[in-house]
């Protein structure tokens, strides 16, 4: 059922209710539990934003949604209410996610002799198999597969002359709480298999069902990588590291176009490098996300088309011209919302230097270039234009994520 026949009086009308009955009262008539994530603030009071949306949609239609008749999230209730102009703002982490990460900030990693530095062979293969999520492939992976894809790197990335041993990533991850192994007999799981007893058995491992349901989450899974590198890779250069692991999505926040460094087929190089003929063609079948222009026209007439980051404003054909920017990606690996709260108005320059993570926001507001060297300037706001601070967050900590791999480089 949508929630389009929803006004902002109908809102309004839920809210009063709300307080009048009292929160646990309000949710019970209704058949709500608690918000999870986004909550409705208004004049200094925080409602269960799913909750009023099922109560105001009785108020415009006389039908009254419970929590099972829709669902909730950035991409039905908290847009809806955005939209009618009120402000929803995303809860704490939740329990789960804080325990998540506090697991990986605490493996078992073993320290060669002489060596104060961790092995890097646990937190690559789970850097390996948040990829394999991310591409929303089975969580558990046969040996063969997990030997034959972490073996080479380990060897790439881990640290210089250490053996690169995936058979012991692959049992000892079972030690974190988040890794589980199945088909070696109890007999034999009593002492530590080896190699040899994997290729004979054949066994499967990966993520716990647990672990794998939170990972499924973008902005859980961004603080996941976040935290494996800042924590044991330290010293690794990300952008290579990235690529071949395969979450080179998070080198970027956008879809910006990278020269492919091919040569054309087909045609005959001259001096200098120019071409003669035709240029080639080739068919080619592509999916393509389907943005909402109605939001972009909306951002930019918000902003009258300047630049909220350098206040600049081009015209072309004798018109002005800007860019709605997602501040969090919609494709893969971010999967950000098509949102008015998740968009910026940008000039050309200021948004491939967004996309590119060379920029960006930080708690206080203010915009900064990630390797420094640029004089700080605050984002400008239109009061008429909400932006979503988790989308900021989402955007600010891959900006950190890269700055401290191009550092250490």
Same mark, same amino acid.
């Given at each position: 059922m949508g929630l389009d026949d929803i006004r902002y009086d109908h809102i309004i009308?839920? $809210?009063?209710?709300?307080?009048?009955?009292?929160?646990?009262?309000? &949710?019970? $008539? =209704?058949?709500?539990?608690?918000?999870?994530?986004?909550? &409705? !603030?208004?004049?200094? %009071? *925080?409602? /269960? %934003?799913?909750?009023?949306?099922?109560?105001?949609?009785? =108020?415009?239609t006389g039908d009254f949604l419970k929590a099972r008749d829709f669902s909730g999230g950035a991409a039905t209730v908290a847009r809806c209410l955005r939209e009618l102009g009120f402000v929803v703002e995303t809860g704490e982490p939740s329990p789960n996610r804080a325990a998540l990460l506090a697991r990986l900030r605490k493996l078992k990693v073993s320290r060669g002799p002489g060596s104060p530095a961790p092995s890097r062979h646990q937190p690559l293969s789970l850097l390996w198999a948040i990829a394999r999520t991310a591409d929303e492939l089975p969580r558990l992976t046969s040996w063969p597969t997990f030997r034959d894809e972490v073996g080479p790197l380990l060897v790439e990335f881990g640290l210089r002359h250490a053996r690169a041993t995936p058979e012991y990533p692959f049992w000892y991850l079972q030690g974190s709480g988040l890794w589980e192994v199945r088909g070696i007999p109890s007999e034999l799981a009593e002492k530590t298999p080896n190699a040899r007893t994997f290729n004979e058995l054949q066994p499967k491992a990966g993520f716990t069902a647990e672990t794998a349901d939170l990972l499924r989450d973008p902005v859980t899974r961004l603080q996941a990588i976040a935290t494996i590198c800042e924590t044991y890779l330290e010293s690794t250069e990300r952008r290579t590291l990235f690529a071949r692991i395969g979450l080179s999505g998070y080198t970027t926040a956008g879809d910006l176009l990278s020269s492919s460094g091919e040569e054309a087929s087909g045609t005959t190089m001259e001096e200098y490098g120019r071409t003669t003929g035709p240029a080639p063609r080739r068919e080619a079948t592509r999916s393509v996300i389907v943005r909402d222009e109605a939001l972009a026209r909306k951002v930019k007439e918000l902003e009258d088309n300047r630049c909220q980051i350098c206040d600049t404003v081009l015209r072309y054909m004798n018109r002005p011209y800007s860019q709605a920017a997602h501040i969090r990606g919609l494709g893969n690996p971010h999967h950000g919302p098509d949102e008015l709260q998740n968009l910026l108005c940008l000039c050309p320059n200021c948004h491939v230097l967004f996309d590119g993570l060379e920029i960006y926001v930080d708690s206080d507001g +203010? !915009?900064?270039? $990630?390797?420094?060297? #640029? /004089? @700080? #300037?605050?984002? #400008? *706001? /239109? @009061?008429?234009? @909400? +932006? /979503?601070?988790?989308?900021?967050? =989402?955007? #600010? $900590? &891959?900006?950190? &994520?890269?700055?401290r791999k191009r550092e250490v480089g």
């Amino acid at each position: 059922m949508g929630l389009d026949d929803i006004r902002y009086d109908h809102i309004i009308a839920a $809210t009063e209710e709300f307080r009048r009955l009292g929160r646990d009262a309000f &949710l019970r $008539t =209704y058949g709500f539990g608690r918000a999870r994530s986004y909550e &409705l !603030v208004l004049d200094g %009071s *925080r409602y /269960d %934003s799913k909750a009023i949306a099922g109560v105001a949609h009785g =108020y415009a239609t006389g039908d009254f949604l419970k929590a099972r008749d829709f669902s909730g999230g950035a991409a039905t209730v908290a847009r809806c209410l955005r939209e009618l102009g009120f402000v929803v703002e995303t809860g704490e982490p939740s329990p789960n996610r804080a325990a998540l990460l506090a697991r990986l900030r605490k493996l078992k990693v073993s320290r060669g002799p002489g060596s104060p530095a961790p092995s890097r062979h646990q937190p690559l293969s789970l850097l390996w198999a948040i990829a394999r999520t991310a591409d929303e492939l089975p969580r558990l992976t046969s040996w063969p597969t997990f030997r034959d894809e972490v073996g080479p790197l380990l060897v790439e990335f881990g640290l210089r002359h250490a053996r690169a041993t995936p058979e012991y990533p692959f049992w000892y991850l079972q030690g974190s709480g988040l890794w589980e192994v199945r088909g070696i007999p109890s007999e034999l799981a009593e002492k530590t298999p080896n190699a040899r007893t994997f290729n004979e058995l054949q066994p499967k491992a990966g993520f716990t069902a647990e672990t794998a349901d939170l990972l499924r989450d973008p902005v859980t899974r961004l603080q996941a990588i976040a935290t494996i590198c800042e924590t044991y890779l330290e010293s690794t250069e990300r952008r290579t590291l990235f690529a071949r692991i395969g979450l080179s999505g998070y080198t970027t926040a956008g879809d910006l176009l990278s020269s492919s460094g091919e040569e054309a087929s087909g045609t005959t190089m001259e001096e200098y490098g120019r071409t003669t003929g035709p240029a080639p063609r080739r068919e080619a079948t592509r999916s393509v996300i389907v943005r909402d222009e109605a939001l972009a026209r909306k951002v930019k007439e918000l902003e009258d088309n300047r630049c909220q980051i350098c206040d600049t404003v081009l015209r072309y054909m004798n018109r002005p011209y800007s860019q709605a920017a997602h501040i969090r990606g919609l494709g893969n690996p971010h999967h950000g919302p098509d949102e008015l709260q998740n968009l910026l108005c940008l000039c050309p320059n200021c948004h491939v230097l967004f996309d590119g993570l060379e920029i960006y926001v930080d708690s206080d507001g +203010m !915009v900064r270039g $990630t390797g420094g060297g #640029r /004089d @700080p #300037r605050p984002l #400008r *706001r /239109d @009061p008429r234009h @909400p +932006m /979503d601070e988790e989308h900021i967050a =989402y955007h #600010r $900590t &891959l900006c950190t &994520l890269n700055a401290r791999k191009r550092e250490v480089g």
